[in-house]
């Protein structure tokens, strides 16, 4: 930390983790210096009382998952943190490649194991990985998608680990959520905060739903001017259903329930007050399970009966399309690194964090020998549950991780423990540094965008790796920097 | 106009709209309803001033199965508190905001929020809020709830076949709510004595008057000896009077028109057929003869004709498309976890 952090936060320490604001960055230009002397200009009580008052706003205006108890449904915020997390130019260039690269790789592995199966024939990724997924869908076998797209939007969670390098953590190839904080964010930072951000020339996040719509529309079964897309959500009783609103109004088109659907002689068509309308785009927010009870779940009161006979009869697109949970399996996300190599002749732009996986006995053996260590991912899972991490353990849990290990090791990998970056956050003890990672979207139609930052979330309590919204996890404000700031002067 | 193209209007859409403006009019109805019968309340007969609510609601059942005794502060507490009970404030405000919900898409964030803060507000109120003059307070709030619910919908929510299926909602509930106000006449006590009667008898009309928003202009247009004739006259078929039935039923016949004319439904035949038959119904019989032949009967007549509309609105533009489900909105209990 540079003298003038240590004079301006004097209690303020990042310890040994790279911290987003003060550790320097010559391309980060005057920025960060800028950000903390008003952040001390403005003080930590009108701080506190800014924050509250901006808590509250997100609440009236229903930015919120909501929690539904006998009597009526509680609206939580997801916690806002008002210091923004700040990318440079350079940074951002270097996460837009990475993220454009990685989808470009998880599509052309979706491709190929509903097609061919080279990957397999080829030695990359054992078979039984692929087609013994859970995620994995025979039915999507032998059916090419429109463009090769598969994951239509994709979140890609990247940390940064002590040294300061980038690092791919998950991919989130199937439904990502929390692509609506990120605008709200800004929106809520530019009421609220409009002095912390003045002349500080920023990439804008207001884009995101035209491309959406857009990249639907290219996906549309072909010959139609104007497609008409629909958002299908399982309604106002899923968490997410804000943002199923919010990209709804974002990209003008109609919200749909499964109940609003129909399919008739192969195609899709909702049922509006004057009659039947055809539907040609489906961005679905409902897991493939649901989707369609003639051919998943039979039980599915969400979804559309025949839904998929009529994409199989190309009389529709569903984004993203069904079977892409198989890409974004931590077990396969092991192999991604091999994965890029081998489609794009390219080495990865960023790095996966070291994964050990279970099913091997070499994965196995050192996960077991270093439980302590290690952190455990159960392979199915997703929002952070399941985790446990070694170094925080006692024994007694590490034994029952252990034994859960060796009941079903494919179903585990471990990871070493990285020191995520931190950030300054408004806490208890005034500004603290929390730990953060950060979830690019990226959108692709015929070709691929990536919304300018992504979702910081940061884990809201002292010390904790944690930063999954279901496990207490808030979110910041994600600037990236408009200007090149040049080595150590102005742009 | 010829760049726009009509997104056209998802049935559950429409019939959300609809259920949504009939769950706020019957909360500001219900906060007006219980404001003037305070007013009816006589010493000694405050039970009978406020059981007189339940009968004209049709709750007489509810309300006992629901452990409630006859007593005026149960029925406050049985319309003001009680979430169990679905014709109460907090129920219909919930059952109104739950429609919001599912129709967020199309309404304003001006909308959202403050039906999200007054909904707030009314999930808060206490027993105390119904004692002594706080009451006619509360009444007020909730009534004001309403009308800044109204005043931002008009200022703020597009005017496409939406609108009008919102405003079909609105109007029906209302005009079916001054059938009701008229009605608490109909249970209330009067004293024997004839000049007492008499004063007992003007002092109730101008709780009414004042509960339907109609005192003033009634006065203004009234003969100075008014007769309860001229207050029924007033409040079903006085062309101006905004909460009069028959102004309600000429709202809702031009937004039928609206919806074939303009939006080319041509299903509301049948449903504007049905509100030509009411509109005859309110104005075709002279009202000396319904005064005499029964007031009361000739009111649920009248809400019966309006549920009929109501199902053939219903009919032709929601449950038609989905038979199976009645209720605006279903109750998924089928959840998923998403990444």
Redo the contacts between chains.
């Keep these: 930390m540079n003298d003038i952090f240590q004079h301006l936060w004097p209690e303020y320490d990042p310890g040994r983790f790279f911290c987003e604001l003060t550790t320097p960055r010559p391309d980060a230009g005057p920025v960060p210096q800028w950000l903390a002397e008003r952040l001390q200009g403005i003080g930590l009580e009108a701080l506190r009382a800014r924050a509250c008052a901006a808590e509250t706003d997100l ?4 930015v919120t998952f909501t929690v539904y108890s006998d ?3 509680i ?1 939580r915020i997801l916690p806002f943190d008002c210091i923004p997390r700040v990318l440079t130019a350079p940074e951002w260039d270097l996460l837009e490649r990475a993220c454009i690269q990685r989808v470009k790789a998880l599509n052309l592995f979706l491709g190929d194991i509903y097609g061919k199966g080279h990957v397999v024939k080829d030695g990359i990724i054992p078979a039984d990985l692929v087609y013994g997924n859970a995620n994995y869908r025979p039915e999507m076998k032998d059916f090419p998608v429109p463009h090769g797209t598969y994951v239509h939007v994709c ?1 890609i969670d990247i940390i940064r680990d002590e040294k300061g390098d980038f690092r791919v953590l998950e991919d ?1 190839a ?4 929390g692509v609506s904080y990120v605008i709200e964010n800004r929106h809520l930072m530019l009421r609220t905060f409009p002095d912390l951000m003045a002349g500080i020339k920023l990439k804008p996040v207001d884009d995101y739903g035209r491309r959406l719509r857009a990249a639907m529309a290219e996906v549309a079964p072909g010959g139609h001017a ?1 497609p008409q897309v629909v958002l299908l959500s ?9 943002e199923h ?1 919010f990209l ?2 974002e990209m ?1 088109v ?4 499964g ?2 659907l129909l399919v008739d002689n192969e195609r899709v068509f ?5 009659g039947l ?1 055809p539907v040609h785009t489906i961005y679905r ?3 493939d ?2 989707l369609d009870p003639e051919v998943f779940r039979p039980d ?3 979804g559309v009966p025949g839904l998929i006979g009529a994409w199989k009869a190309g009389n529709v697109a569903i984004a993203n399309a069904v079977g892409t949970g198989v890409a ?1 399996d931590k077990a396969v996300y092991a192999y991604m690194p091999r994965i890029i190599e081998y489609y794009l002749a390219e080495t990865p732009l960023i790095q996966n964090v070291e994964t050990h996986i279970c099913r091997e006995a070499e994965g196995l053996n050192y996960t077991l020998d270093n439980l302590d260590k290690l952190v455990t991912k159960p392979v199915g899972e ?2 952070g549950y399941g985790i446990t991490i070694g170094p925080r353990a006692s024994k007694a849990e590490l034994e029952a991780v252990r034994a859960t290990i060796l009941a079903n090791p494919e179903n585990w990998i471990s990871q070493p423990m990285i020191g995520l970056s931190v950030g300054p956050t408004l806490a208890e003890e005034g500004i603290g540094p929390r730990h953060l990672d950060l979830r690019p979207f990226i959108v692709t139609g015929k070709e691929s965008w990536v919304l300018p930052g992504g979702l910081s979330r940061v884990a809201m309590k002292r010390g904790s790796l944690i930063v999954n919204s279901s496990q207490g996890g808030g979110s910041k404000d994600t600037w990236v920097l408009a200007e090149p700031f040049g080595q150590g002067g102005k742009a | 106009m010829n760049q726009m193209r009509d997104p056209g209007l998802l049935a559950r859409d429409a019939e959300g709209l609809f259920w949504m403006a009939r769950y706020l009019e019957r909360v500001e109805n219900m906060a007006r309803l219980i404001d003037v019968t305070q007013s009816f309340e006589s010493p000694g007969f405050e039970t009978e001033a406020w059981f007189g609510l339940i009968r004209i609601n049709a709750d007489e059942k509810n309300f006992l199965e629901r452990g409630f005794s006859a007593d005026a502060t149960h029925v406050k507490r049985f319309y003001l508190l009680d979430r169990g009970n679905t014709n109460s404030i907090p129920a219909c405000l919930e059952d109104a905001r739950t429609n919001a919900r599912t129709l967020r898409p199309l309404m304003s964030t001006e909308m959202w929020k403050q039906l999200n803060v007054f909904h707030r507000f009314v999930t808060r109120i206490t027993p105390e809020d119904l004692e002594g003059d706080a009451l006619s307070r509360l009444c007020t709030r909730i009534k004001e709830g309403v009308q800044a619910h109204t005043g931002i919908t008009q200022g703020t929510l597009y005017r496409d076949q939406g609108w009008h299926f919102y405003e079909l909602g609105r109007y029906i509930e209302r005009a079916d709510q001054t059938t009701r106000m008229l009605d608490i006449k109909y249970t209330a006590l009067l004293p024997r004595g004839a000049e007492e009667k008499r004063v007992a008898e003007l002092t109730q009309w101008n709780a009414i008057l004042r509960g339907a928003a109609g005192y003033h202009a009634f006065k203004r247009y009234a003969r100075a000896q008014f007769s309860a004739e001229d207050v029924v006259q007033f409040l079903l078929r006085d062309p101006s009077s905004p909460r009069s039935a028959l102004l309600c039923v000429r709202r809702i016949e031009s937004h039928l028109d609206d919806l074939r004319r303009h939006h080319g439904l041509s299903a509301v035949a049948e449903a504007m057929e049905r509100a030509e038959v009411l509109r005859e119904l309110l104005v075709e019989k002279p009202l000396g003869h319904i005064l005499a032949t029964g007031l009361h009967e000739y009111l649920d007549v009248v809400q019966i004709h309006l549920q009929a509309l109501a199902g053939a609105i219903g009919r032709a533009f929601f449950r038609d498309w989905r038979p199976e489900a009645a209720p605006a909105v279903q109750l998924q209990v089928q959840t998923q976890v998403s990444a």
């Design positions: 609440i009236d205006l229903g009597a009526t449904a609206d979140g989130n199937r439904t990502p959520s104007d399982p309604g106002i009783y899923n968490a997410a259903y804000f609103v709804a109004r003008g109609p919200l749909v329930v109940a609003d909702m049922r509006t007050t004057s309308k927010r409902l897991n399970d649901f599915s009161m969400l974004d997703s929002g």
